[in-house]
């Protein structure tokens, strides 16, 4: 994975790695086929399934175009999809604790913005309080004891007491692009998320490739996107299983010749 991902000589080995290179930088990742996940680590390849976790964030302008054979090829993108595993996340369920003031901040038990790969920027939480989502936009530490979680949308009011409300976090997510102000493309890719238990009561939902927020175009070109987990579940919240989801703003989706799944 030392290749500095600027040529196909010097090409990164890890998709994360290809993600973390191109995303500050608004530049597009070609990828070979084979098979990649979030949490791949060096010398051990991809988990199993079971240990699969992470959602791969493609910010505004990162297209990933797959379908490329070995000696980078693209005869058939269908043949030479690249396959991406991921999603696979624990739930984890936290509690709200005094008002902050504020109508996008959730205050929480201390220390756990430090340990919860869950509680990242453009992950999503479930507050309990009008049973809706909202992205994860920051999580630090606060004086006084808490962490500080700053959310969007707002809370219903920001003068409303929050505390002692649940905060379910843990949507699957395989692929999550935010923010489509510039043409995007996603293409020849095998997507395959999966979560651990199945959604239940919580609300929460897996979810094969979700778009969110922009004023542009996306376009889904022969990809294989499967979304699974069980089911989804019963009871007053039950959570939902989707292959491809988009909301926010003024996206436009275009699908050409895919296979989707859920």
Not at 178 to 184: G, L
Request: glycine share 16%.
């Amino acid at each position: 994975d030392s290749g500095d991902g600027l040529s196909r000589a010097t090409a990164k080995k890890y998709f994360r790695s290809a993600v973390a290179l191109a995303t500050p930088l608004g530049k597009a990742i070609y990828i070979k086929t084979g098979t990649y996940c979030e949490n791949e680590t060096a010398g051990a390849g991809c988990p199993s399934p079971a240990a699969l976790g992470g959602t791969i964030n493609l910010e505004n302008g990162v297209s990933v175009y797959g379908g490329y054979d070995s000696n980078w090829y693209r005869p058939n993108v269908a043949n030479n999809r690249a396959t991406i595993n991921t999603g696979r996340q624990n739930t984890t369920a936290l509690t709200t604790q005094a008002n902050t003031g504020s109508s996008t901040i959730l205050r929480i038990d201390d220390g756990v913005c430090g340990v919860s790969p869950l509680l990242l920027p453009g992950r999503f939480l479930r507050w309990m309080g009008d049973d809706q989502d909202r992205e994860i936009m920051s999580c630090n530490g606060a004086p006084g004891g808490y962490d500080e979680i700053t959310v969007s949308p707002a809370l219903p009011s920001a003068g409303s007491n929050v505390g002692g409300i649940s905060v379910h976090v843990g949507h699957s997510i395989g692929v999550y692009v935010r923010n489509v102000t510039t043409a995007t493309s996603i293409e020849g890719l095998i997507i395959d998320t999966r979560r651990a238990t199945p959604p239940a009561t919580t609300g929460l939902h897996t979810i094969g490739l979700m778009a969110r927020g922009g004023n542009n175009t996306l376009t889904l070109y022969k990809n294989s996107i499967t979304a699974r987990g069980g089911g989804a579940g019963a009871g007053p919240r039950p959570g939902g299983i989707y292959g491809v989801y988009a909301s926010g703003g003024t996206l436009s989706l275009t699908m050409t010749t895919n296979t989707i799944t859920a």
